[in-house]
């Protein structure tokens, strides 16, 4: 009898440790991504009814107890521990929101991650997975004083010529010059003007200075021999 009641015990147990990895547990669907951009993986848990948790985020699948390859964790409250700063919870921590937003995606950030809520008691932390697919965001370069867009997909493609798009700033840097330029030549011709017909206008006044001076000179003599 005592052996029948150890065996069941221990099937019991065997029973929970199995469990471990399925309560709480939920695999979310995959979320799509695109390099040099942010991205934001879901996770939220009924504050209102646990209270502020303990949250960690991680990579890869997780484990029984935490989470592997830690990325951030909060005390429910605030971050505590951050891997890098690209990791952000930038939702609100006091309603349960503790979704991880990666910002400047790369191609190695592609994978499964990990949510962990840990709720007090044995076997009732909430478990969820995503998987992360980053793609390649579309190719921009710059040739010249025009972009390049190199188009690689879609029904539009007739040709591999890339597509030469004026870019505005190019043409409002064009217009200002040209009224830079204007305002050079005006400027220009107003101190030529001063310099050329300002002294050749004082010359002129001076000569018919002199000259008046001369004729009221010759009329006083003539003026003086008429009386002698």
């Not at 065996?7 to 979310?28: A, I, N, Q, W």
């Amino acid at each position: 009898m005592w052996i029948m009641k150890t065996e069941s015990r221990l099937d019991l147990m065997l029973l929970l440790v199995l469990l471990t990895g399925t309560v709480g547990e939920s695999d979310g669907s995959s979320v799509v991504g695109q390099t040099g951009q942010s991205v934001t993986l879901s996770c939220k848990y009924d504050i209102s009814k646990h209270g502020a948790q303990h949250v960690c985020w991680g990579r890869g699948e997780l484990t029984n107890a935490r989470c592997s390859d830690l990325l951030v964790s909060t005390d429910g409250h605030k971050v505590i521990t951050r891997a890098s700063s690209r990791y952000q919870l930038l939702g609100r921590l006091e309603a349960g929101d503790v979704s991880l937003t990666i910002l400047d995606l790369t191609e190695t950030d592609a994978g499964r991650y990990g949510c962990r809520v840990e709720i007090p008691g044995w076997f009732n932390d909430e478990k969820h997975h995503l998987d992360l697919i980053v793609e390649r965001a579309p190719l921009h370069t710059c040739t010249g004083r025009s972009t390049t867009i190199t188009a690689t997909t879609g029904s539009d493609v007739t040709d591999n010529e890339p597509t030469q798009v004026t870019r505005a700033p190019e043409m409002w840097s064009t217009a200002v010059q040209q009224v830079n330029s204007l305002q050079s030549f005006v400027g220009n011709t107003l101190r030529v003007s001063f310099i050329v017909f300002i002294p050749a206008l004082l010359l002129i006044t001076c000569y018919r200075v002199w000259k008046r001076n001369q004729t009221d000179r010759r009329l006083n003599q003539s003026e003086e021999e008429d009386t002698l």
